[in-house]
């Protein structure tokens, strides 16, 4: 495989509509990734599909992660595609692309059109983090079940308050046990109630 | 006394427009509770009859919120979480996590480790693999007899697993740069023993099995699928590679030390539920040969990298993607760290059984209801892992 | 009403058992549970473990696995009972016939276990099902779901048939159904069942001085 540099500048040639950036991973780990804007991924996508030089006919993993607003920039939900090539025995392209978190407006184009490999995963980045993705066959809730109006993975998700059965809760499980009416264990209960005495 | 058919009360069939019988769609829900769907797994099927016209596999009866648990805690945390993923290969799950957690942060596996780490992983092939051919005969109704020799020879590899790990199932023995503790020469032994004995479990299996007619009429030509969907649809594992998808991690990224070992990669031509079956029987086969390589070949020195730190363990920003070829299909972690490094900030599993259904629909349509069954029984899932 | 000890061992040497008709009774009961082929995670394979060649549960009468529950005597709760599957189990348990018994086996059934913090987790099947015995351990060893199993055959041999120390389920008129929790919005609706189990009294009456250390 080529230099990350390379495959971009190779994208840009066939797609120059599209803005490509490189986002780098750990050292380590050498992976660099293509940001891909929204409107472009599908055609980016089918190039490295199609392009005799990556032939990348196996799309290995779809996710979504969810980026919460920092004071110097803004959050967002990027989805990951991890392409490798079956036959070419190489890879990975890894393409990302971004929307805004806001549940709205937070959609990017499916490519389960390209990949089928995409349909499940597709469905559970929409369960789990609320992304819609334009074009998906059936996008339906995959692992919540229908009723369930939240998306459960964002970094902003306050679950249900539940504290009954905490043996020993502390700090701020405490603090919002308390505040949120929580149940209290009877030892600590009697703990409490001999302090009180004091 | 029977009543005579002249007496009955008269019926007319009532023609449709083609002067066909008119006959509904049925819509049964195998699942969430049924012994044959491996867990708790459900399939809407639509039937006509008896054969099937569309079906909806439906998940998330095990989602047990591993990733999300995960984000909550520091590296290694996760690594007894990573058992439970898919709840027969502990010891492959551990290393996928290792590997990834391996790459993200640059650390290098002393050759004893990955050695040790091999012998596990291919151990734990033939666990799965014999259990699964046996829970898919119980499927074809075959009651019991398979499974428990599969399940006697999983309690020799277990007794194995409990004195290097002490845990039966659940062993949390890899960690971030080698294994929890070495391996000393007489687990090396049992190992050895297991290697030596299991050929002949194997061939009393296939005498059993491979040329039984009952098996090869239900399997054969049952589920097919087409090469090109396989790696469209993102298969891995047997199942790729009994459609004939020439695609094996353990040669094409030469992870761990399998670049030194000598074993090959079986290919099915057919796709069908029997290929899925004999592949898995020519691949523990060379499981056996990899172990016993493995275990000649292991040499000595830490089963540890020593420069490692696990306490207060930190990665650099960034995320990396690691993979291994687990037993179920590839199995892969994508890791994301942020600015403190202490835990991850994404955690996200790849689960091999989970993409692998993606095409069940189209391998059961227009077959048997009761072929659905075998069909997915051949595709090996384990709802830890669909689900997570 | 109870025969002499010492004249009931002579005549078992000479083969005649004299027994109160309860004893029988609760014998041929404890000695053939059937149990509910019924799995839901990990603890499942050891369930499964248990019944296969080395640890033989047949050996306790309880082998025969029945898929569905109209014919079933014992759930074994075998693993995480999630939100999207909890009204699943309970109606499960519904369907089984009188007397029936559950087992809750493993961290997770007894309190969501290693996975209690999760969105999706039921923090124990006892809050909308009656448990009988509970096994800890993640997952337990065969043995232990063999111990499980005779610590309820204890149980079943103690049950009396005399008016007045009978079990709930003696009564023809006793309510043998529990209420299925409907899927909610954010939770499960209602998110326990308060006739089957009561919380530890809660925390709405103190404040957060209260529980401040000194």
């Given at each position: 495989m080529e230099a990350i540099e390379k495959i971009k500048e190779i994208a840009a040639q066939a797609v120059p509509a599209a803005k490509i950036e490189i986002i780098n991973s750990t050292p380590a780990a050498q992976q660099p990734a293509l940001l891909v804007d929204r409107e472009h991924i599908y055609a980016v996508g089918k190039f490295f599909k199609e392009d005799p030089r990556f032939q990348m006919d196996f799309c290995s993993c779809v996710t979504a992660v969810d980026y919460l607003p920092k004071a110097d920039k803004s959050g967002c939900i990027e989805v990951v595609y991890h392409l490798y090539s079956v036959a070419q025995k190489q890879g990975p392209i890894v393409l990302k692309v971004r929307a805004p978190r806001e549940l709205d407006q937070c959609r990017v184009p499916s490519l389960t059109p390209l990949w089928r490999a995409c349909e499940f995963q597709e469905r559970e980045a929409y369960d789990l983090y609320g992304v819609k993705f334009d074009g998906h066959p059936d996008l339906r809730r995959i692992l919540m079940w229908d009723e369930f109006v939240d998306h459960p993975m964002r970094k902003d998700y306050v679950p249900p308050p539940d504290y009954e059965w905490e043996p020993t809760p502390h700090d701020d499980t405490l603090q919002r046990a308390v505040e949120e009416g929580g149940i209290m264990p009877p030892t600590a209960r009697e703990e409490l109630e001999k302090a009180k005495k004091k | 006394m029977i009543q005579p058919l002249t007496d009955a009360k008269p019926y007319t069939l009532t023609p449709g427009s083609n002067g066909v019988i008119e006959t509904q769609t049925l819509e049964v829900s195998i699942g969430p509770q049924h012994p044959s769907t491996h867990g708790v797994f459900r399939m809407d099927c639509v039937l006509d009859g008896e054969s099937v016209v569309a079906l909806k596999p439906v998940m998330g009866y095990l989602h047990r919120n591993h990733e999300q648990l995960a984000e909550r805690m520091a590296w290694l945390g996760s690594m007894p979480y990573t058992d439970r993923l898919d709840y027969f290969n502990s010891m492959t799950n551990n290393w996928a996590y290792a590997l990834a957690v391996e790459k993200l942060a640059g650390i290098k596996v002393p050759d004893r480790a990955e050695y040790i780490r091999v012998i596990m992983a291919e151990l734990t092939r033939l666990l799965n693999h014999s259990c699964v051919i046996g829970f898919m005969l119980q499927d074809l109704g075959a009651w019991g007899t398979p499974l428990l020799y599969a399940f006697r020879e999983r309690e020799r590899i277990l007794d194995l697993y409990e004195a290097v790990s002490g845990s039966r199932m659940m062993c949390n023995y890899m960690r971030f740069g080698g294994v929890r503790v070495n391996l000393t020469d007489e687990n090396l032994a049992t190992a050895k023993d297991i290697a030596t004995r299991f050929p002949r479990f194997l061939d009393e299996f296939e005498k059993l099995l491979t040329n039984n007619e009952v098996l090869l009429a239900r399997t054969q030509r049952v589920g097919v699928l087409p090469k090109e969907l396989a790696i469209n649809a993102g298969i891995s594992g047997p199942m790729a590679r009994a459609s004939g998808v020439d695609y094996d991690l353990r040669k094409v990224d030469k992870y761990g030390v399998y670049g030194r070992l000598e074993f090959r990669v079986p290919l099915g031509d057919i796709g069908d539920v029997y290929d899925r079956y004999y592949i898995r029987v020519l691949e523990m086969r060379e499981s056996i040969k990899i172990l016993q390589q493995a275990l000649r070949d292991i040499p000595q020195g830490p089963h540890i990298a020593p420069e490692v730190k696990l306490r207060n363990f930190k990665i650099p920003p960034g995320d990396g993607y690691g993979r291994i070829e687990g037993p179920k299909g590839e199995l892969g972690f994508y890791l994301v760290s942020d600015e403190g490094g202490k835990q991850p900030y994404r955690y996200h599993v790849r689960p091999p059984s989970f993409i692998n259904l993606t095409i069940l629909e189209d391998m059961c349509v227009g077959h048997k209801v009761a072929d659905v069954v075998v069909i997915l029984g051949s595709v090996d899932i384990v709802l830890g892992e669909v689900d997570r | 009403m109870a025969i002499d000890e010492g004249l009931k061992s002579e005549l078992q040497k000479q083969g005649i058992f004299v027994l109160p008709f309860e004893q029988l009774y609760?014998?041929?009961?404890?000695?053939?549970?059937?149990?509910?082929?019924?799995?839901?995670?990990?603890?499942?394979?050891?369930?499964?473990?248990?019944?296969?060649?080395?640890?033989?549960?047949?050996?306790?009468?309880?082998?025969?696995?029945?898929?569905?529950?109209?014919?079933?005597?014992?759930?074994?709760?075998?693993?995480?009972?999630?939100?999207?599957?909890?009204?699943?189990?309970?109606?499960?348990?519904?369907?089984?016939?009188?007397?029936?018994?559950?087992?809750?086996?493993?961290?997770?059934?007894?309190?969501?276990?290693?996975?209690?913090?999760?969105?999706?987790?039921?923090?124990?099947?006892?809050?909308?099902?009656?448990?009988?015995?509970?096994?800890?351990?993640?997952?337990?060893?065969?043995?232990?779901?063999?111990?499980?199993?005779?610590?309820?055959?204890?149980?079943?041999?103690?049950?009396?048939?005399?008016?007045?120390?009978?079990?709930?389920?003696?009564?023809?008129?006793?309510?043998?159904?529990?209420?299925?929790?409907?899927?909610?919005?954010?939770?499960?609706?209602?998110?326990?069942?308060?006739?089957?189990?009561?919380?530890?009294?809660?925390?709405?009456?103190?404040?957060?001085?209260?529980?401040?250390?000194?």
């Open positions: - | - | 609760n014998w041929g009961r404890k000695s053939s549970i059937w149990p509910l082929q019924f799995g839901l995670a990990c603890c499942a394979i050891e369930m499964i473990a248990s019944a296969a060649s080395r640890y033989d549960l047949a050996r306790f009468g309880a082998e025969v696995f029945r898929a569905t529950p109209r014919q079933a005597d014992l759930m074994i709760v075998a693993g995480t009972v999630t939100k999207k599957m909890a009204p699943q189990v309970v109606r499960l348990y519904n369907q089984m016939p009188e007397p029936k018994y559950c087992i809750a086996m493993g961290a997770c059934a007894i309190s969501g276990g290693p996975f209690k913090d999760g969105y999706n987790v039921l923090k124990g099947i006892d809050r909308y099902i009656p448990v009988d015995v509970h096994i800890p351990g993640c997952p337990p060893r065969p043995e232990a779901l063999i111990h499980a199993i005779m610590t309820l055959q204890r149980k079943i041999a103690n049950q009396h048939l005399e008016k007045g120390q009978r079990p709930r389920w003696y009564d023809k008129n006793a309510a043998s159904e529990y209420a299925i929790p409907a899927f909610g919005e954010h939770d499960l609706q209602p998110t326990a069942n308060r006739e089957v189990w009561q919380p530890p009294r809660d925390y709405r009456d103190v404040t957060l001085e209260d529980v401040k250390k000194p």
